[in-house]
């Protein structure tokens, strides 16, 4: 693994569109790689076979770091959230079956259930699938997408799928998309919902942004790049928007810490975070969230 300081230059092949990439910097050890002629930003560090299982353990639900400190705390906002997202979906098709990826405690799946979605989750993580399923009573299949096969499960068709703060941990993004594309119904939908590397704060924070987070996170995207990798996968931008999220101080607290952690800025800050009631529940209005909706294209 390259050093912070290592004057090396690394090269890698890009995800989305194959072309030659060259490391910008180093974060907490692993080389982020910008692509030479799509707007990709990537982090090669999620291939080895047990990524997904050390990576999103328990501790990242209830660890903080990276994570969050008390994933299940989040409930009544994301239920609220995934009710949101519903009714932008309910615009343009009547509620059926939706496919919610990375669907964690099933939270959102609840809030697209009130307003009328048959839903199935998809979650790498056994402990919030085995929640979703024993507490909320909604459908979830523990494992990767990734790794899911059609034949396997009586998944497809599905009229919708999300991908709600997902898409950035995924290993293969563009090979995701193609497989939801095959999930779809003919006319289906997809709802993504991820951060803009573009946006005022990313640019503020620069290389300091928390969303700057491997080996956790492994894509950064624009809403340019994003909309052009939708295209070539068979779906055409119908709708986009910022959301308002809502988000516990305590979670926003260990995202800062963590980010800062090698810096003095975060030795000098660590004092006055610590006084922050984490309990607390605030909208994030930074404006370096965005959401998007793609129609199936046949």
């Known amino acids: 693994m390259k050093k912070e300081n290592s004057k090396v230059q690394l090269t890698s092949?890009?995800?989305?569109?194959?072309?030659?990439?060259?490391?910008?910097?180093?974060?907490?050890?692993?080389?982020?790689?910008?692509?030479?002629?799509?707007?990709?930003?990537?982090?090669?560090?999620?291939?080895?076979?047990?990524?997904?299982?050390?990576?999103?353990?328990d501790d990242y639900f209830e660890?903080?770091?990276?994570?969050?400190?008390?994933?299940?705390?989040?409930?009544?906002?994301?239920?609220?959230?995934?009710?949101?997202y519903a009714g932008v979906l309910n615009r343009h098709v009547k509620p059926g079956r939706i496919l919610n990826i990375g669907s964690a405690a099933g939270f959102i799946q609840k809030g697209f259930e009130?307003?009328?979605?048959?839903?199935?989750?998809?979650?790498?993580?056994r402990s919030m699938a085995e929640f979703a399923k024993n507490k909320l009573g909604v459908e979830v299949i523990h494992g990767a997408f990734e790794d899911l096969?059609?034949?396997d499960t009586d998944l497809a068709p599905f009229d919708a799928a999300t991908l709600i703060q997902v898409l950035s941990h995924l290993r293969e993004p563009v090979q995701c998309l193609q497989q939801i594309h095959g999930l779809l119904r003919p006319h289906g939908f997809l709802l993504i919902e991820t951060w803009n590397r573009k946006s005022i704060t990313a640019r503020v924070f620069g290389k300091k942004w928390h969303q700057y987070n491997p080996p956790s996170v492994l894509h950064w995207y624009t809403k340019k790049h994003l909309e052009s990798m939708l295209e070539n996968s068979g779906f055409k931008v119908i709708e986009g928007g910022r959301p308002t999220k809502w988000i516990?101080?305590?979670?926003?607290?260990?995202?800062?810490r963590h980010s800062l952690r090698d810096s003095t800025i975060g030795r000098i800050a660590a004092s006055p975070l610590a006084l922050i009631p984490k309990g607390l529940k605030v909208p994030?209005?930074?404006?370096?969230?965005f959401w998007m909706v793609g129609q199936k294209v046949d």
């Open 284 to 289: 994030y209005f930074m404006g370096d969230v």
């Open 248 to 256: 516990s101080l305590g979670n926003g607290v260990s995202l800062i």
């Open 149 to 151: 096969k059609n034949n």
């Open 114 to 125: 009130q307003k009328g979605w048959a839903t199935v989750g998809v979650e790498p993580n």
């Open 63 to 84: 660890g903080g770091g990276g994570g969050y400190s008390d994933y299940l705390q989040h409930q009544n906002a994301l239920v609220r959230q995934g009710a949101k």
């Open 13 to 57: 092949t890009c995800p989305c569109c194959g072309s030659k990439a060259i490391d910008s910097w180093i974060k907490a050890g692993y080389p982020l790689f910008a692509c030479s002629n799509c707007e990709h930003l990537f982090c090669d560090a999620g291939q080895d076979n047990d990524h997904i299982e050390t990576v999103y353990s």
